[in-house]
């Protein structure tokens, strides 16, 4: 069964601070991962993608890794702010459609000041 | 562009109560999707439209039905509605290209409660 496990369930991290996210998952066959973000209340929003090629994507201070090899991703933020207060989740496309799609449970990140 | 929008934001049903969900994207995207979001789960897929004329089940399919309108617009419907589907829906359209799905854009959910 494709399963997407995702880690901490939830981090609190000073506003400044650094933080890393991370996801392992078992989706086959692999197709691309994208890391979300959802704020409260809201429909998730698509940050990186990254196909079987690409081990790493950037977009601002947030910083996804891919090992292909491990089923490892990683979402890397820097310099936190308190607006990167929201869910990241993790969700893995197998080949062939998007309803081959699996999410993640999400890892809930609170910036405080 | 609005992207997509849902209505209602939130509902209140009692058990047994039949309502609709609407869906529309100005975005042109083929594919369209409906989804559940429950507390400690990943979303799950309830219906997709690959394409307009054509609808299939998902993940969780059961106590639900869908219609593809037209290529903006679909629509999923609680024909009788049980606490079980409390829950906040998601609907969200892509494109699919090239053999792969280009990104998903979510509305901003339903949240609905079933008593």
């Known amino acids: 069964k494709n399963q997407v496990e995702q880690s901490p369930q939830s981090l609190i991290i000073l506003e400044g601070k650094n933080c890393t996210l991370q996801?392992?998952?078992?989706?086959?066959?692999?197709?691309?991962l994208r890391w979300y973000k959802q704020d409260t209340g809201r429909g998730p929003v698509s940050l990186t993608i990254?196909?079987?090629?690409?081990n790493t994507k950037s977009n601002g201070r947030y910083t996804a890794t891919l090992d292909a090899d491990t089923k490892q991703s990683s979402l890397h933020i820097t310099a936190s702010q308190l607006s990167d207060s929201a869910s990241y989740i993790c969700?893995?496309?197998?080949?062939?459609?998007?309803?081959?799609?699996?999410f993640g449970t999400g890892t809930k990140l609170q910036v405080i000041p | 562009n609005a992207g997509v929008t849902q209505t209602p934001k939130f509902q209140v049903l009692k058990t047994g109560q039949s309502m609709t969900l609407q869906c529309a994207q100005d975005?042109?995207?083929?594919?369209m999707y409906w989804y559940r979001q429950d507390p400690g789960m990943g979303l799950r897929l309830i219906y997709y439209?690959?394409?307009?004329?054509?609808?299939d089940k998902g993940e969780v399919p059961n106590g639900y039905n869908v219609s593809r309108l037209n290529k903006r617009e679909f629509s999923l419907r609680l024909e009788s509605a049980a606490p079980s589907q409390t829950s906040v829906y998601f609907c969200?359209?892509?494109?699919?290209?090239?053999?792969?799905?280009?990104?998903?854009?979510f509305g901003q959910g339903t949240r609905l409660t079933v008593v």
């Open positions: 969200a359209s892509s494109e699919f290209r090239q053999g792969r799905n280009t990104e998903a854009f």
């Open positions: 996801c392992n998952y078992t989706v086959s066959p692999f197709s691309n």
């Open positions: 990254m196909t079987f090629s690409e």
């Open positions: 969700v893995v496309s197998s080949s062939g459609g998007y309803q081959k799609v699996t």
């Open positions: 975005m042109n995207h083929n594919s």
């Open positions: 439209s690959a394409s307009e004329g054509t609808t």
